[in-house]
């Protein structure tokens, strides 16, 4: 019997110490945090959007230019597999009205409390609170844990240390530095899924942060040219734009501002009317109307939309219904800067995937493994970051047995 030992208790870690060990493996559990996968709680909180329930070359087209190699992963563990694996802890689950797939009762912790007991069922060894560090000549996994550096030697090591954003919840990306200083080739970690900051007003700022803006249509183009379109809802924050729709759009976007410096968030702040009903409704005679009333009335603009509309709108606009009409199905947002990875919902970058062969091995550190979030992909949210994360858990633990045998 081996001892294979896999760092990172997240979703990717856990799921390969799940098959390793019901192989019969001794599996050594390791994460620097006291207790397992605290970011998979986290994402309970927002009623943990295991997956998504859309047709598979759907599903795979959201992994943009990683998608050839997530397929991989997702044929030996799609989204249909994880919501059996879910059914098999005892936790069913349904689809939500956007084709988003979540556990009947919305939360994390009961699936995790069930899996957590499988594994130990299994004979999982758990070993909380052990840092790694890296490893030492005789390529014996170190760790930093209260009493010191101690060291393991196993037949194969996963590495699942998840990216870089929310650092509190134990992925911290410091394993960077370790696998750089072995000459692994690396994508510098980078905010996914996040805010964006610009530049507002004092009073957008006082009056509208924290309020959402509902049921507009957002687009961008992308530095190749692409035209990325989304509709939905975002938050005006102090620094910024928030939320889901802007989450849609974070990686054109984030790209966009790494090239050029700034970004162009496109708003279309009507997105049930024409332009060309918006010109005729809005060059309706107004009489003594304020043009408050008129916007409300004749183009349904009215709060926090006719707060932005006049953000950015000249008196030339404000003043002219067919270019006011133009601003409200057009409106440009220069977008200055990303918000932090630590705040971001995942993180892009990481272990390039070409450093790893087809079954998930470091190519120049052979026996050990790679997994989930830490490597290079990134995918929207809707469940395709879990999904991804476990199918990469899968296929690397597949990996760990292809190299035992
Ligand atoms: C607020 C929030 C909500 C989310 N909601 C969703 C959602 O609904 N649906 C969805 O698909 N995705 C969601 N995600 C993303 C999803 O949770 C992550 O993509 C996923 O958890 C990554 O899994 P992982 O196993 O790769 O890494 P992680 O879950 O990050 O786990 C990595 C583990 O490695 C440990 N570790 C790191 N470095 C070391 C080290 N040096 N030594 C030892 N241990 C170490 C960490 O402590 C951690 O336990 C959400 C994320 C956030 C922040």
């Given at each position: 019997m081996s001892t294979i030992a896999v760092i990172g208790a997240g979703p990717a870690g856990l799921l390969a110490a799940e098959i390793l060990s019901a192989k019969g493996h001794a599996v050594a559990l390791y994460d620097s945090k006291p207790s397992v996968g605290r970011k998979f709680l986290m994402a309970g909180k927002g009623g943990l959007n295991l997956t998504h329930s859309e047709p598979l070359p759907q599903f795979i087209d959201r992994y943009a230019n990683r998608a050839d190699m997530v397929k991989d992963w997702l044929e030996v563990f799609g989204p249909e597999d994880l919501k059996l694996w879910a059914k098999r802890l005892g936790i069913e689950t349904f689809i939500g009205s956007s084709g988003r797939v979540f556990p009947q009762e919305m939360k994390a912790a009961p699936l995790l409390r069930a899996w957590v007991r499988r594994l130990r069922e299994q004979g999982v060894r758990f070993h909380m609170r052990h840092h790694w560090i890296g490893s030492d000549e005789n390529n014996q996994s170190l760790f930093e844990t209260a009493a010191g550096v101690v060291s393991l030697k196993a037949e194969a090591t996963l590495l699942a240390l998840g990216g870089g954003s929310?650092?509190?919840?134990?992925?911290?990306?410091?394993?960077?530095e370790v696998l750089a200083e072995r000459g692994i080739l690396l994508s510098k970690l980078r905010p996914s899924n996040c805010g964006f900051e610009c530049v507002w007003s004092e009073h957008i700022k006082q009056r509208f942060s924290g309020q959402p803006i509902k049921t507009v249509t957002a687009w961008t183009t992308s530095t190749e040219g692409k035209n990325h379109r989304v509709n939905g809802d975002f938050i005006i924050t102090q620094t910024g734009v928030e939320g889901g729709l802007i989450y849609s759009l974070s990686a054109p976007l984030r790209d966009l501002i790494e090239t050029h410096k700034t970004a162009i968030l496109h708003l279309d702040l009507a997105p049930g009317h024409s332009l060309h009903t918006l010109k005729t409704n809005l060059s309706r005679a107004r009489g003594k109307r304020s043009l408050a009333n008129h916007l409300t009335e004749q183009a349904g603009i009215h709060g926090i939309?006719?707060?932005?509309?006049?953000?950015?709108?000249?008196?030339?606009?404000?003043?002219?219904?067919?270019?006011?009409?133009?601003?409200?199905?057009?409106?440009?947002?220069?977008?200055?800067?990303?918000?932090?990875?630590?705040?971001?919902?995942?993180?892009?970058?990481?272990?390039?995937?070409?450093?790893?062969?087809?079954?998930l091995m470091l190519k120049q550190w052979p026996g050990t493994f790679c997994a989930g979030e830490m490597l290079d992909w990134e995918a929207p949210t809707g469940g395709y970051l879990l999904t991804a994360c476990f199918a990469s858990g899968y296929k690397a633990a597949q990996g760990i047995l292809h190299w035992l045998r």
């Open positions: 929310w650092p509190q919840l134990g992925s911290t990306g410091k394993w960077f939309k006719a707060g932005l509309l006049r953000e950015f709108a000249t008196t030339e606009q404000l003043n002219d219904p067919l270019l006011l009409a133009e601003l409200i199905k057009d409106l440009p947002i220069t977008l200055t800067a990303t918000r932090p990875l630590e705040e971001a919902i995942s993180s892009a970058g990481g272990v390039y995937l070409e450093s790893l062969d087809e079954h």
